[in-house]
């Protein structure tokens, strides 16, 4: 290797002929067998759509949830009703743009949109995107976890929390409520998540409960207390995990799922008095797509979900709190009353989500 | 031959001229643009020039080093310090992250030689050094590609004048090589500006938090903050076409073969630096995901064979990508290097600012492109739009190793070859290929890379079902399953090494030698 001269590619054409044609047709042979074989991807792909997209016993599911999470039960949903199902994964607020897209355009491919949290609902609900849910899948769920206008239901919770170090904190020290975040001896030790959805979410709670004024000064006197900002709640988790910060406001199961990855993390989850703010719950939530020909079908698969199987799947399995009348919750956290839960909407939110992105960005939590 | 080239870059062009259509037609309020940008937009220009400046310095050091000295163990080197291009830059700062974590690789090596290791690593400085390090490559590919094929008689010239093997390299290597570093610096700078996941978790706010946070809460702002991106993009583009300077053929046929520059003892030097910014962009990423995958697969969490399907179709879409996008962009090098024409300036420009767009946006603005238009609807998410989605994307990546290519043949040659090969195809083939394989090779290259770990436009326009490593990487780090994430990622950059050695290095080198 070492003898190999390297300062090459000599421009001596005729010397060269021989090898150089072979190389050429190494690589048209490869580009054609890319092609091919890129052709025959896409042909079975196209083909198998066809077979099942077209039939009544097929339903496309847009999910902001990810496989990892929804998989297991989807294909469990499959196997008992023969129903085949087709998933999109990505980002909850991309998916919701696509569909809003699509449906623009008169378009849709979706049938049902899982989203990781409601402010991608309440986005796609405000231009009509969705359509109204049977009453029967309605009457599943305690009104304070599906849409007050009937277009999305909730299918599972995750509890807003505090995780902490527990090598740098005393549980004892952490606060009841999130309003004592606020005080000077949290400066520079709180990890936050201003641009995603369930941090979001939390704030929109905050002032459907409180009110704007006590939200702005909230948000004001964290920004003040040098919070460090996250980009999303796995993101806080490591953080606190390393001792980047001492804790941080999450969504309850990231600490249970970063612990299964790493037992050693010394992180561990801290619960808000119940019926504080900081303590709220926070719905993923399912719709139908308005327009599709595959109501009865996306109906089917929303029951299943709330319905024993899909509930206890998302109780035992992704440490969720389960939504459905008469459902248990997990046995990794701690029960809580449903009457903590607020059904807030967005349209009686003075301008909704995109008010509560504004107080958070005047507060000086964003960028 | 200029039709073709306009019709290309009138393609390009699409979802450019979306984004200013939907800015227009959704008007965001000038106060509320006015208080919201340019914060941003200063900070995200700053981080890129600082960026692309340490790349062209980095990516042209790192190339002269592995190309033109005698460098102990060079070949592997020139695999090597290509490979940091292709973590996603989520991943990668996150991985990068975690070395400073107690029990990480930083974390514990600094702490041997008693620094305490910081608390944070977070803003500027901090996204500066992981974006450098993981986007020299874009530098590094085309200056090597130049460097193959650049004649040495006046290298020579330079010796027999006396002077040095630096004084030969500045004075003239270097005046040579410019456009290949301009290109590949722009490429950097446009990937700075539109990145978003890697300075999102080091905490540095720049434009496309804008576009990213504002895109369901409010569009009109979104679409403005990605039309100041488009603009910003076509400023840096127009600086760097009037800095570049001669883009014409190389008229000098004759060649000799230059010995290897002697580095004797700074070889040392050379070789920690080489040592030095694989660490920083592969070495502790890598460790990283190696401690996550390692835990994974102790207790059988994860496993190899359900990766089997999304890295064999990454492989195939990545390699179909990356040679349709040299074939699509070769029209409009030959142009503007040959017989340079407004129109051909104008196709390149659109296919360059193609990269400045945040990939969401492009996989948004194809989508509604096709949807309404009644013939290409059909076209929705099947796998010709998802490559076609990655050739707008990434054409800028294959057109500056293009025009390298067409560079170095050169037209004397083209010239004279024509009375001994009358056959236009054949002369293609004999005269020209072979001269412009190390540029070819460099341009689809940069595209299969960029495409291996593309993340957005993947996941909204592929067919429905359709996965790839990326997003294999991408759903497991979201939710926190670091073990896949790791897993993953390893088998990534594992086959991101072979494919390179295979179709991008190994034609570039010599092959009689």
């Known amino acids: ?367 | 031959m200029r039709l073709l080239s306009l019709a290309i870059g009138a393609v390009f062009a699409g979802p450019a001229v979306f984004v200013v259509w939907r800015t227009l037609r959704l008007g965001a309020a000038l106060p509320e643009t006015l208080s919201e940008i340019p914060a941003p937009l200063w900070r995200t220009v700053q981080l890129a020039v600082l960026v692309s400046t340490t790349t062209a310095v980095l990516g042209t050091g790192l190339a002269w080093l592995t190309m033109r000295t005698n460098l102990p163990l060079r070949r592997l080197w020139r695999v090597i310090l290509v490979l940091p291009l292709v973590l996603p830059s989520f991943v990668g700062a996150a991985a990068f992250i975690a070395g400073l974590a107690p029990g990480g690789v930083i974390h514990d090596s600094l702490e041997l030689v008693g620094i305490s290791p910081p608390r944070r690593f977070r803003g500027l400085g901090a996204s500066w050094l992981v974006l450098s390090a993981f986007t020299y490559p874009y530098v590094l590919l085309p200056v090597m590609a130049r460097l193959v094929s650049l004649r040495s008689s006046l290298d020579e010239s330079g010796r027999l004048l006396g002077f040095t093997a630096t004084q030969v390299f500045i004075r003239i290597t270097l005046p040579q090589l410019k456009p290949a570093i301009l290109g590949g610096s722009l490429l950097v700078f446009l990937y700075t500006v539109s990145e978003f996941g890697a300075v999102q978790l080091l905490g540095y706010d720049t434009l496309t938090r804008v576009i990213y946070s504002t895109r369901q809460t409010n569009r009109a702002l979104s679409f403005a903050a990605a039309t100041v991106l488009l603009i910003l993009a076509l400023g840096i583009v127009a600086l760097e076409r009037s800095r570049r300077g001669v883009v014409a053929p190389d008229d000098r046929a004759e060649t000799t073969t230059a010995p290897a520059v002697k580095l004797r003892w700074r070889a040392v030097p050379a070789f920690v630096a080489c040592a030095l910014v694989a660490a920083i962009g592969l070495v502790v990423p890598l460790l990283s995901l190696g401690t996550w995958a390692r835990r994974g697969l102790v207790d059988g969490r994860v496993s190899l064979s359900e990766l089997a399907d999304p890295a064999l179709s990454t492989a195939t879409v990545a390699v179909t990508a990356a040679v349709l996008a040299v074939l699509v962009v070769l029209p409009i090098a030959i142009g503007s290097i040959r017989r340079p024409h407004p129109i051909s300036h104008v196709s390149s420009v659109s296919v360059v600012v193609g990269f400045a767009i945040p990939g969401l946006v492009i996989a948004l603005s194809l989508a509604v492109l096709t949807l309404n238009t009644p013939i290409f609807n059909r076209f929705y998410q099947t796998m010709g739009l998802l490559v076609l989605a990655y050739i707008i994307h990434f054409g800028s990546q294959a057109l500056a190793g293009t025009e390298t290519a067409v560079r170095a043949v050169p037209s004397g040659l083209r010239e004279s070859s024509k009375l001994l090969e009358p056959r236009t195809i054949r002369r293609a083939l004999r005269i020209d290929m072979p001269l412009m394989r190390p540029g070819l090779a460099a341009a689809g290259g940069l595209v299969m890379l960029s495409t291996l770990k593309e993340l957005p436009i993947t996941l909204l326009l592929s067919p429905i079902g359709f996965s790839t490593l990326a997003t294999e990487i991408w759903a497991s780090y979201e939710e926190g399953f670091y073990a896949a994430t790791g897993l993953a990622s390893l088998v990534l950059v594992a086959m991101s090494a072979v494919l390179t050695w295979i179709l991008v290095l190994r034609p570039s080198e010599a092959v009689s030698s």
């Not at chain 1, 048209?28 to 792909?45: E, F």
Request: proline share 5%; glycine share 8%; with cysteine.
């Open chain 1, 1 to 367: 290797m070492m003898s190999s001269d390297v300062y090459t590619a000599r421009v001596n054409p005729s010397s060269m002929l021989p090898t150089r044609t072979r190389a050429i047709r190494l690589a048209a042979a490869t580009l054609t067998l890319a092609l091919v074989t890129a052709a025959c991807g896409s042909d079975d792909n196209s083909s198998s759509d066809n077979s099942t997209e077209g039939s009544a016993d097929s339903v496309t599911i847009y999910s902001g949830r990810n496989a990892e999470l929804i998989q297991p039960i989807l294909d469990q949903f499959s196997d008992e009703t023969g129903i085949a199902v087709n998933v999109k994964y990505g980002d909850s607020a991309d998916l919701a743009l696509l569909i809003e897209e699509e449906s623009a355009a008169n378009s849709t491919r979706a049938d049902v949109f899982l989203s990781q949290s409601p402010g991608s609902l309440g986005f796609l609900e405000q231009d009509g995107r969705l359509a109204v849910l049977p009453d029967s899948t309605l009457e599943l769920v305690p009104e304070a976890v599906r849409d007050e206008n009937d277009r999305w239901i909730g299918f599972s919770g995750r509890e807003r929390v505090l995780v902490y170090n527990t090598d740098l904190v005393d549980e004892a020290d952490l606060p009841t409520s999130v309003f004592e975040l606020t005080d000077p001896e949290w400066n520079d030790k709180i990890g936050v998540a201003p641009s995603n959805g369930s941090f979001q979410d939390f704030v929109t709670a905050m002032r459907s409960s409180e009110g704007d004024e006590v939200t702005e000064e909230w948000l004001e006197g964290i920004a003040d207390n040098d919070a460090v900002s996250y980009p999303k709640n796995s993101a806080i988790v490591a953080a606190v995990g390393r001792g980047e910060v001492e804790v941080g406001l999450v969504n309850h199961y990231y600490n249970l799922r970063a612990l299964e990855e790493d037992p050693n993390q010394p992180s561990a989850n801290h619960q808000f008095a119940p019926g504080d703010p900081g303590a709220v719950l926070i719905v993923t939530g399912a719709a139908i797509i308005e327009g599709t020909d595959r109501a009865d079908v996306a109906a089917q698969l929303v029951d299943y979900l709330l319905g024993p199987v899909g509930q206890q799947y998302f109780a035992t399995e992704t440490f969720e709190y389960p939504l459905a009348i008469g459902e248990e919750p997990p046995a990794a956290v701690e029960a809580i009353e449903f009457g903590d839960v607020s059904g807030f909407s967005y349209s009686d939110l003075g301008g909704g989500l995109e008010q509560t992105r504004i107080m958070i960005a005047d507060a000086g939590l964003e960028g």
